[in-house]
């Protein structure tokens, strides 16, 4: 059976992790793993903008992949950026084997508000979601309920759901079936 590796790369909490193991597991129906964690690669900061390079993590992701990796998921606390957005909150290559997600701007207390774990482990589930579905092949869809939908802010987060909507369901099951 393949599996959905899931590896920390600093400042990520276990409770996150559990969270994040058992969303993928209940939307994917596939059994997920977590790796030991590793630090985030140091090469990927851009030190003016204070924050790191998703797609340089991505391209390092890939050698963690253990055999029997279907697909690999990087989570990390630390601030994603591609040069052309002021931020994003994850990354995946689009028919790829590796994904990342980061839970710094999913955070209420990055907004000044007080920290939640349970909300921020619905944000983060769907941000995951997301960023698997993009592996699977899936596009962004206009569905602002649907789990595909793309998150500009958090309250865009917030609103959609950790499920795809009828069409991106079709979609998905075809592809984790074709795929595992
Ligand atoms: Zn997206
Ligand atoms: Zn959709």
């Known amino acids: 059976m393949p599996r959905i590796?899931?590896?920390?790369?600093?400042?990520?909490?276990?409770y996150i992790l559990d969270?994040?193991?058992k969303g993928v597991e209940s939307c994917f129906h596939l059994s997920p793993a977590i790796l030991p964690a590793i630090t985030v690669p140091p090469d990927a900061l851009d030190a003016s903008r204070r924050q790191y390079?998703?797609?340089v993590i991505l391209r390092r992701l890939a050698a963690h992949l253990p055999p029997d990796g279907l697909r690999i998921l990087g989570i990390t606390n630390v601030d994603l950026y591609v040069p052309r957005l002021r931020f994003?909150?994850?990354e995946a290559v689009i028919h790829g084997k590796v994904a990342v997600v980061s839970i710094h701007?999913?955070?209420?207390e990055f907004y000044g508000q007080a920290s939640d774990?349970?909300?921020?482990?619905?944000?983060t589930i769907k941000e995951v979601i997301h960023?698997?579905?993009h592996t699977f092949g899936l596009q962004h869809c206009l569905n602002p309920q649907c789990v595909m939908f793309f998150s500009n802010t958090v309250q865009d987060t917030d609103r959609k759901l950790?499920?795809?909507c009828e069409s991106c369901r079709v979609q998905i099951e075809d592809k984790v079936t074709t795929a595992s």
């Open 162 to 164: 950790s499920q795809f």
């Open 53 to 55: 390079h998703s797609t």
């Open 5 to 14: 590796y899931i590896l920390p790369l600093d400042g990520v909490g276990t």
């Open 105 to 108: 701007r999913l955070r209420p």
């Open 131 to 133: 960023e698997l579905g």
């Open 19 to 21: 969270r994040i193991a």
């Open 117 to 123: 774990n349970e909300l921020l482990a619905e944000r």
């Open 88 to 90: 994003v909150f994850g």
